[in-house]
């Protein structure tokens, strides 16, 4: 089943449902639509693609509400699933093109490579969507890009769906994609991607996606840190002292503030003060935690330092400790 929630999205369906059509599976295929109240002729031009999909072979289910507002995406990815029959789910955004081999290629919690559209749209983004390992898939769940494989490649069974689901039907502002995906984690789900490129993923101003604050995904993200990994260690070293790392510290529970043994640093201004002070804090005197170089900290480390923003020196920088991520290290920015 190929599940498309819609919102006003009748500029992009010609594409996406010819897409549709031009798959090259030869099983059966079902397409369902869920319009969330749209205000535009997108449920008219979803209709008018109905005959052909049929004499293709997909059928397909169309139905929406007409409330005043729409519900968001994961009330509508809900209802797509819920008005449908098929075992596999295969998640189409209306504004997305599938490549031809897509649906043949794709099983499990699984995801794939895209090209980005316009292109050099959301270029480090993009190129961490396409480059990271497998290992990564499961190591670098914690960073601010999100879930690794990208909601609009996934494709999952409806009885994992069932499992872990269903979406967040919070609206406008929640992440469903990524409550999802870690759900799916916490239920030891897998992941894994199709490394071939099967998805044209559109950047555009209205997608949901801008809806959704910073603060909101931060606050979910550690979290999740906390919870999977801070809780299995007895001290770690948060790799920056700067605003990001000091963010991370304020942000952890009182449990693992304690946990923490030292921030590390490459910056020299920041070494020679020597420790950095919790303003914040309650507890007299306040706490003060060492800033060490990154050569006198050890592991295991949570590195709060941008992916793919310093050239390769913090890559090298690990290297050259000789440390395994996943193990020594989660990479959280």
Same mark, same amino acid.
């Given at each position: 089943?190929i599940?498309?929630?819609?919102?006003?999205?009748?500029?992009?369906?010609?594409?996406c449902?010819?897409?549709v059509?031009?798959?090259?599976?030869?099983?059966t295929?079902?397409?369902?639509?869920?319009?969330?109240?749209s205000?535009?002729?997108?449920?008219?031009?979803?209709?008018?693609?109905?005959?052909?999909?049929?004499?293709?072979?997909?059928?397909?289910?169309i139905?929406?509400?007409?409330?005043?507002?729409?519900?968001?995406?994961?009330?509508?990815?809900?209802?797509?699933?819920?008005?449908?029959?098929?075992?596999?789910?295969?998640?189409?955004?209306?504004?997305?093109?599938?490549f031809?081999?897509?649906?043949?290629?794709?099983?499990?919690?699984?995801?794939?490579?895209?090209?980005?559209?316009?292109?050099?749209?959301?270029?480090?983004?993009?190129?961490?969507?396409?480059?990271?390992?497998?290992? +990564?898939?499961?190591?670098?769940v914690y960073?601010?890009?999100?879930?690794?494989?990208?909601?609009?490649?996934?494709?999952?069974?409806?009885?994992w769906?069932?499992?872990?689901?269903?979406?967040?039907?919070?609206?406008?502002g929640v992440?469903?994609?990524?409550?999802?995906?870690? +759900?799916?984690?916490?239920q030891?789900?897998?992941?894994?991607?199709?490394?071939?490129?099967?998805?044209?993923?559109?950047?555009?101003?209205?997608?949901?996606?801008?809806?959704?604050?910073?603060?909101?995904?931060?606050?979910?993200?550690v979290?999740?840190?906390?919870e999977?990994?801070?809780?299995?260690?007895?001290?770690f070293t948060?790799?920056?002292?700067?605003?990001q790392g000091?963010?991370?510290?304020?942000?952890?529970?009182?449990?693992?503030?304690?946990?923490?043994?030292?921030?590390?640093?490459?910056?020299?201004?920041?070494?020679?003060k020597?420790?950095?002070?919790?303003?914040e804090?309650?507890?007299?005197p306040?706490?003060?935690?060492?800033?060490?170089?990154?050569?006198?900290?050890?592991?295991?480390?949570?590195?709060?330092?941008?992916l793919?923003?310093?050239?390769?020196?913090?890559?090298?920088?690990l290297?050259?400790?000789?440390?395994?991520?996943?193990?020594?290290?989660?990479?959280?920015?």
């Amino acid at each position: 089943i190929i599940i498309t929630p819609m919102y006003n999205a009748s500029g992009w369906l010609d594409e996406c449902l010819q897409a549709v059509i031009q798959q090259d599976f030869t099983g059966t295929m079902e397409l369902s639509v869920f319009d969330d109240a749209s205000t535009d002729d997108s449920r008219k031009v979803v209709e008018g693609w109905k005959k052909r999909l049929q004499a293709r072979g997909i059928s397909v289910v169309i139905s929406g509400h007409n409330s005043p507002r729409p519900r968001g995406v994961g009330y509508a990815k809900n209802k797509a699933i819920t008005q449908s029959c098929g075992q596999y789910l295969c998640f189409q955004d209306a504004d997305d093109v599938m490549f031809p081999q897509r649906v043949r290629l794709q099983y499990e919690l699984i995801g794939c490579k895209v090209r980005r559209a316009p292109e050099g749209s959301t270029e480090r983004y993009t190129r961490w969507i396409n480059t990271i390992t497998q290992s +990564q898939l499961i190591t670098q769940v914690y960073t601010s890009h999100g879930p690794t494989v990208v909601m609009p490649t996934w494709f999952c069974s409806r009885n994992w769906y069932l499992k872990v689901g269903p979406f967040d039907e919070g609206g406008k502002g929640v992440p469903e994609d990524l409550l999802f995906f870690y +759900q799916s984690l916490r239920q030891r789900g897998g992941v894994a991607r199709v490394d071939q490129c099967l998805l044209v993923y559109r950047y555009h101003e209205k997608a949901a996606t801008h809806s959704v604050t910073e603060e909101t995904i931060w606050k979910l993200r550690v979290d999740f840190l906390q919870e999977q990994v801070l809780s299995r260690w007895e001290s770690f070293t948060i790799w920056n002292a700067g605003k990001q790392g000091r963010k991370l510290f304020r942000s952890l529970s009182p449990t693992n503030q304690e946990r923490v043994k030292a921030f590390c640093d490459v910056d020299d201004n920041k070494i020679k003060k020597g420790f950095y002070t919790y303003e914040e804090s309650k507890q007299r005197p306040k706490p003060k935690i060492p800033v060490l170089h990154y050569k006198d900290a050890s592991a295991p480390f949570v590195i709060c330092v941008k992916l793919d923003m310093t050239g390769g020196v913090l890559e090298e920088n690990l290297n050259s400790l000789l440390l395994e991520e996943g193990t020594d290290f989660y990479h959280f920015n």
